[in-house]
């Protein structure tokens, strides 16, 4: 059997991986679903349901997808990365200390 990538995450975002799945985990129990129900309704295997549930971060994003959709919450996915929620990146895009300066070009004309 292959061994699983090893992946060098920051303690923020492996804690991140784990709440995620234990939310998820919270949400299937919730809806009354047993692991295998969960499985059968997207296909995958028990044990990979139980990784998301986890938070493996090795897991495939398209396993949480599965799983998330089939739970009803793949719509909260539309806020990830939502640029116009990205504070950062629009203050970066408005930011004019990195915007160049182009000066405009002497006409030289045609005397040759």
Known sequence: MARAPQLSLDPAALRQAVDLGARIRIARQRRRL?????????????????????????TAFGAYLSVLTVLGLARELDLLADPGLDRDGL?????????????????????F
């Open 34 to 58: 047993r692991l295998e129900d969960v499985a059968q309704k997207t296909g995958l295997s028990r044990s990979t349901v139980e990784a998301v549930e986890r938070g493996a971060p090795t």
């Open 91 to 111: 203050a970066l895009e408005l930011s004019v200390a990195d915007k160049r300066v182009r000066l405009p070009r002497k006409d030289l004309g045609n005397d």
